[in-house]
């Protein structure tokens, strides 16, 4: 514990410190409470977009073979590019993070008399596919956002409940009971001093 000045100014500021750490503590753990709750929410966002991704994937097995020819590969990369991901942004527990709002392609044309009939299929659902990832990529950014928000919140949670009021309770321990013997101390020398006095008085009625 810090060294503090035994005094009743100290005490009050002890005291005034002490009733700011309090006020503010139930504020900081709600918010801890609310950061815990949304990286649950992200990571079972998560867990719903990988098994929405795998889903679309069992959808394409009927032909997923082709997809391992380098041609048919080759041509879906070439007639399906991701051009950006548009996003918003929202504020989750104080913490300004970015939200997902779609995936947007470009879509070379292709002739539809040239092309096997399922490149129609195939091209839809790699876009899906792709926007799984790509949202799976902005939640991770808000995990990770969330996560670090988590960290410096629970560090002045501990600061607070472990050392701050704890020592504010302390101060105010110990400024208490050396101001509380002081006054003793005092009471009694004015009562010997007093005595004294009566004694003195006594004395010279008695001569």
């Not at 470009?106 to 399922?118: G, H, P, R, V």
């Not at 704890?166 to 050396?178: A, F, G, L, N, T």
Request: with cysteine; glycine share 2%.
């Amino acid at each position: 514990m810090p060294k503090i000045k035994l005094t009743k100014s100290e005490l009050k500021k002890q005291r005034d410190d002490l009733k700011q750490f309090s006020r503010f503590l139930p504020t900081l753990q709600l918010k801890k409470q609310q950061l815990q709750m949304e990286m649950l929410r992200c990571r079972e966002e998560m867990r719903t977009i990988t098994k929405k991704e795998e889903k679309l994937k069992q959808n394409i097995s009927s032909w997923v073979q082709l997809f391992g020819e380098e041609s048919v590969c080759d041509h879906l990369t070439e007639i399906v590019k991701m051009k950006s991901i548009s996003t918003d942004r929202a504020n989750i527990a104080g913490v300004d993070v970015p939200v997902f709002l779609k995936a947007e392609f470009d879509i070379k044309e292709y002739s539809l008399f040239e092309t096997d009939a399922w490149l129609d299929d195939a091209v839809i659902i790699v876009q899906e596919i792709v926007s799984c990832k790509a949202e799976a990529y902005i939640i991770k950014k808000q995990y990770e956002l969330i996560s670090q928000e988590l960290r410096v919140t629970t560090q002045r949670v501990n600061l607070f409940e472990k050392v701050k009021i704890p020592e504010c309770k302390e101060s105010v321990r110990v400024i208490q009971i050396y101001l509380g013997d002081q006054q003793t101390a005092a009471v009694g020398r004015s009562k010997m001093a007093k005595k004294k006095m009566q004694n003195a008085a006594e004395n010279e009625v008695a001569v």
